[in-house]
């Protein structure tokens, strides 16, 4: 091993594969999650590039239709749950909350390693059910389609995301003990960074919501293998009740996905702002608010349902009302930068990124909440455009912000900045050109999920595949230049950035303990002075 | 929290244990867990009180109210386990562990047989359904599917809680290890819950129309 990585540090306690397939150490999990979520990505990449390549002609060209359906279902299914839901919490989560709380490791730490081993196993079920056919119903499993018509591998594939359900559970379960009851003596949670409150609020919303999913899984199952007849109007059930079920846990489900993504942008705009986070009592309360809120508006997935005009007008308000928090956050982080000492290190170029696609996507989502609108723009491109804005213009840029801040802390090495300024450029431009022609198709009347459109969109869906090419390009970069810098990247030392938070007082990379030392405990967080960053080289 | 001279009788309340702690957040997720299927179940109801009600009167309630009982006593017998073994007292700590387990084992038995005659009166919803020519025979299919359900999700989990307190068990018995109290007492909370499942499962199954 090279002379960065000491055998003290947590990377050098054990070479073996068994030393990491049986490890309790929270930041070898975190990399075990952080490998297997990367080979998620690239295969949900690549159902999105085969359905952006099958988007550039109006006709079924590529794909057949059922085809076509088993790719957006795939790529939604691993995208969410093998993905997004377990990225920043599993990996950045895993590795920095003891750091960040002056622990020496979560509060259960075989739990945590089984949290993982769920995940595999639900992932390879799943993925096998990908491969022996997939799955046409879309990642939203409607009933009666998935209950009743759909002739492909619903039960595996739903048994798969059953089993990943409990690696989330567990892991929130964990996250929230530990930030409870493992805090160094004298942190209390006002002191927190914003991380570990955006991790603690992520984790009730996996524990509170993530059982919901998993039951109503369990009654696709049963409906399905033994026609019980719940979500069936002839046998006296009800597809709404599936409808209802299923976002209650599904929406609450999107802010798993955003809530940590905003813990990484408060870590890294106050630390390339040199300045405290603007308003860090509302920024903690607007997060506990986004995930309270966030519970009462799964009605506005339902608007065209059938459902009462009474709920509709009650989901519409409810969901103006979780917008608040989050412009709150927005806001803040302006203000945070207003008469900071910016630089545009990489993980601020990303963090930058962030809040400007996270505030259009949200925006964006104002138009769907209201009911009106809704009635043109639901189950088109309109909102397709949306939650990719989020989901990707928010929370893979601020998942990639994250890799990039804590790359030396978790390595030891520096990656080289000026690759990782130009990937995210190209990121953010091939993300641009990927969705927002999506927003002009959605508000034309685009449908979501066909494949076959009027000649008329053809323009458009070129720009948007030209765009998704750019991006794949894009994240194919990262990983070219972060492997080269775990092989010839100049050794990082305890806190290159000279940013503030416990996990900068040990060492890059830790030893296996944490905290050989008691760390000092800042007065407040974001202990900035207005001084330069360290510049990386 | 040191206890106050000036306090009255009452004892400090203990912070619980990390281990504790983590259960009583594992509980909240099976409540959520189990709540989509009440839920199920209300909404169902509400749509076919008749066939519900109708349903409802043709559960075996002599065995449900035995297994009531039965799983209420193990539940006694596992908390006077953890006062045992927080008093140090071994050997009846395991006998009351014991005694839990036998009475869930008890009542597992009873819901087999129960099921057993269920299948035999064809309440199974499938073929020859004898409910089916009732008025709301839909309510009725859909009130023995939940029941089913239900009852066989509490009786997983029952299995569940059986094998950890038979492994805290014999945990326990070993002379020569100090007592785990503190994994009695986590035991112990689940046990409880599945028993207050029960506690709701009972009259919502039961108890529907039986005056």
Not at chain 1, 109 to 124: E, K, Q, T, V
Not at chain 1, 462 to 475: K, N, Q, R
Request: with cysteine; net charge neutral.
């Amino acid at each position: 091993m090279s002379a960065a990585v000491s055998s003290m540090s947590y990377l050098g306690a054990g070479y073996s594969l068994r030393s990491w397939f049986t490890t309790r150490d929270h930041k070898r999990i975190a990399i075990l999650y952080a490998v297997s979520i990367t080979v998620f990505f690239f295969m949900g990449g690549t159902a999105a590039s085969l359905i952006r390549l099958e988007l550039l002609s109006p006709h079924g060209t590529l794909v057949t239709a059922e085809t076509y359906n088993k790719l957006f279902t795939a790529h939604g299914v691993i995208m969410v749950w093998f993905f997004l839901i377990p990225s920043i919490p599993a990996t950045l989560g895993n590795f920095l909350v003891p750091l960040m709380i002056g622990a020496h490791d979560l509060a259960f730490p075989r739990l945590n390693l089984l949290s993982w081993y769920l995940y595999i196993f639900g992932a390879l079920f799943t993925l096998a059910a990908l491969i022996a056919g997939g799955v046409d119903t879309g990642w939203t499993f409607y009933a009666p389609f998935s209950t009743m018509f759909s002739t492909s591998y619903v039960v595996a594939t739903v048994t798969g995301v059953f089993i990943v359900g409990f690696s989330s559970i567990l892991t929130g379960l964990n996250f929230i003990v530990t930030v409870h009851r493992l805090r160094t003596p004298g942190l209390g949670f006002f002191q927190l960074p914003l991380f570990v409150w955006a991790i603690y609020a992520t984790s009730l919303i996996l524990v509170l919501a993530t059982p919901v999913l998993a039951m109503t899984l369990v009654l696709v199952a049963a409906e399905r293998l033994f026609g019980i007849g719940i979500f069936d109007p002839a046998l006296g059930g009800d597809p709404l009740l599936f409808q209802h079920l299923f976002w209650f846990y599904s929406h609450p489900a999107v802010y798993i996905m955003i809530l940590p993504a905003m813990g990484v942008v408060s870590e890294v705009v106050t630390c390339f702002a040199r300045k405290p986070v603007f308003g860090y009592h509302m920024m903690a309360y607007a997060i506990v608010a986004i995930a309270s809120i966030g519970f009462l508006v799964w009605g506005h997935h339902m608007f065209v349902s059938g459902q009462s005009m009474y709920a509709g007008m009650t989901f519409s308000l409810l969901s103006y009302l979780v917008a608040i928090p989050s412009a709150i956050k927005v806001f803040n982080w302006t203000a945070t930068l207003y008469k900071g000492s910016i630089s545009f290190a990489a993980p601020m170029l990303y963090a930058l990124g962030f809040i400007l696609l996270f505030m259009l996507g949200g925006l964006t989502g104002l138009f769907l909440a209201s009911l009106a609108l809704d009635v043109h723009l639901t189950d088109t491109y309109f909102v397709i455009a949306h939650f990719h804005y989020i989901m990707v213009g928010g929370s893979v840029m601020a998942y990639f912000a994250g890799i990039h801040f804590w790359w030396p802390k978790i390595t030891g090495r520096m990656y080289s900045e000026r690759w990782a300024q130009f990937a995210a450029v190209v990121i953010f431009v091939g993300f641009n050109v990927t969705f927002f022609p999506q927003y002009i198709l959605g508000i034309e009347g685009m449908p979501r999920r066909y494949h076959d459109y009027p000649s008329e969109f053809q323009v458009l869906h070129v720009f948007s595949s030209a765009g998704a090419a750019i991006l794949a390009l894009g994240y194919l970069l990262p990983f070219v230049y972060l492997a080269w810098s775990l092989r010839f990247g100049s050794p990082a030392g305890p806190n290159p950035w000279n940013a503030r938070g416990l996990e900068w007082q040990t060492a890059s990379p830790p030893p296996q303990e944490n905290f050989p030392t008691k760390p000092d405990i800042p007065a407040r967080p974001y202990d900035y002075a207005p001084e330069p960053a360290a510049a990386p080289s | 929290m040191s206890a106050s001279s000036t306090s009255a009788v009452m004892s400090v309340p203990r912070k619980s244990s990390v281990a504790e702690f983590g259960m009583w957040v594992f509980l909240v997720s099976e409540m959520l867990f189990f709540s989509v299927l009440f839920f199920g179940y209300l909404v169902t109801r509400l749509h076919h009180p008749l066939g519900f009600a109708t349903a409802s009167r043709h559960t075996d309630v002599v065995i449900g109210s035995v297994n009531t009982a039965v799983l209420l006593t193990s539940s006694l017998m596992m908390a006077l386990a953890g006062r045992s073994a927080a008093a140090g007292a071994r050997r009846s700590a395991t006998r009351l562990l014991a005694a839990t387990a036998v009475f869930g084992m008890i009542f597992l038995a009873l819901k087999g047989l129960e099921y057993a005659h269920d299948a035999q009166h064809q309440l199974v919803p499938w073929r020859d359904f004898s409910l089916a020519f009732e008025p709301d025979a839909a309510g009725a299919r859909l009130f023995f599917w939940l029941y089913f359900i239900m009852t066989g999700a509490h009786a997983v989990h029952l299995l569940i809680g059986i094998s950890l307190v038979l492994f805290v068990m014999v945990g326990v018995a070993r002379v020569r290890h100090a007592i785990h109290v503190e994994l009695i007492e986590v035991t112990g909370l689940y046990w409880h819950l599945v028993d207050i499942v029960w506690i709701f499962l009972y009259p919502l199954l039961y108890l529907v129309s039986r005056s």
